[in-house]
């Protein structure tokens, strides 16, 4: 991934891989390179225990060398996968199915067949009928990683949680007894849309160099492109397959129903329907590691609009700018891109609202009425 190429066939604002990372080309003396030090801005917050920060902390530490993709490959057996940035074969591959990262990191036991028809194709390789469907590609693996009891997904995990510290040196599972307990339940499950949100958005990366004509790539980027939308982290296959005989998984609430139980009865994970009575998990709405996706041009700062989409901008999909459609007694103002006129009478009574995501979701969702959570002790 640190490959040069000359650099008279590219623009500044090519998005190239390395080590798991969506970077840019920077021309340097010799041509031009995918730069890792290209990421760090994009990745990098305030919190020094963000996984990104801690990852790269403890391989800088290590010779000065960079980690892979945290969110992406985790921390194999607790340690992070570092590699040393440079231009030789080893880390220009390093994102590939043979390559450090993944090999340190397996989600699949051997190389799934390529989600390309032709893979010798570039422009248009991820579109129409060259493109395999992601759904096709999800459940071949699902396949195989229920037939494997999805081990390399609980590897994966509990890399994480022992990197982390949320787990001891020693753990070699992340169920205590048998049971998933409610703290860690929380921190997979931001762990699985930390990893599903640097997938996505490699893959949007990868869809727009792919439609672009006329702009070479480094040798390795294909591979490094197909390799990341290979990987998938089954966690609901996981804890589905640890519900019991007499409850059934579910997927609003993560948890496992107990189908006898009346009223019904909600269990983490592992646990026997009746057991003790447990409170819910703690559930949080983390921000991604990932703020903003690789759009092709500079993308101006539409926060004062909240959470509609909007291009880069700042442009409804009709191309006109987002309306006023609400303002709240305390000043807070909501927008639109719907048809004007569709204000609300309540206006001054409505304040703005937070977006919800997944891990929001799941904790709305944890404790319906008129069912019961329980746990075994």
């Known amino acids: ?83 040393k940035p440079g231009l030789d074969q080893a880390f220009q591959k390093v994102t590939s199915f043979e390559g450090l990262c993944d090999s340190k990191s397996r989600l699949q036991s051997a190389q799934n067949p390529i989600q390309v028809v032709d893979k010798d194709i570039k422009e248009g390789r991820y579109e129409g009928a060259n493109l395999i469907s992601n759904e096709e590609r999800e459940k071949a693996s699902k396949l195989a990683e229920t037939a494997n009891n999805f081990k390399l997904t609980e590897d994966y995990l509990l890399g994480v949680l022992k990197f982390k510290k949320t787990l001891g040196a020693d753990a070699n599972t992340i169920f205590k007894d048998g049971v998933i307990g409610k703290d860690v339940l929380k921190i997979i499950l931001e762990d699985k849309q930390a990893f599903d949100a640097e997938i996505q958005y490699a893959t949007k990366s990868c ?94 700062d539409c926060t004062k609009y909240g959470s509609i989409e909007l291009d880069a901008k700042c442009k409804c999909p009709s191309g006109k700018p987002p ?4 303002r709240g007694a305390s000043k807070e103002e ?12 309540e206006t001054e009574k409505v304040a703005k609202k937070e977006p919800c995501g997944f891990i929001c979701s799941f904790s709305k969702n944890l404790l319906p009425i008129g069912v019961t959570l329980v746990a075994s002790a």
């Open 323 to 326: 309306f006023l459609k609400l």
């Open 207 to 300: 869809k727009l160099e792919s439609a672009n004509k006329n702009v070479s790539h480094e040798t390795n980027y294909w591979k490094a492109c197909d390799q990341l939308q290979r990987r998938y982290l089954h966690v609901e296959g996981l804890l589905a397959s640890k519900c019991g005989m007499k409850s059934q998984f579910q997927t609003n609430s993560m948890m496992c129903e107990c189908q006898e139980s009346n009223p019904k009865q909600l269990v983490l994970p592992g646990a026997s329907c009746g057991a003790p009575l447990a409170q819910a998990p703690p559930a949080t709405n983390p921000a991604p590691i990932v703020q903003n996706p690789p759009d092709k041009e500079k993308r101006e």
């Open 1 to 83: 991934q640190a490959e040069a190429r000359p650099a008279a066939t590219t623009s500044d604002d090519r998005t190239c891989i390395v080590a798991g990372y969506v970077a840019r080309y920077n021309k340097k003396e010799y041509g031009e390179v995918c730069d890792h030090n290209l990421i760090a801005d994009r990745y990098k917050t305030a919190d020094e225990k963000s996984l990104y920060n801690m990852a790269a902390k403890f391989c800088a530490a290590d010779d000065n060398q960079m980690a892979c993709n945290p969110a992406v490959f985790g921390a194999p057996g607790g340690r992070p996968t570092c590699v």
């Open 334 to 345: 909501r927008y639109s891109c719907g048809m004007k006129g569709e204000e609300s009478e």
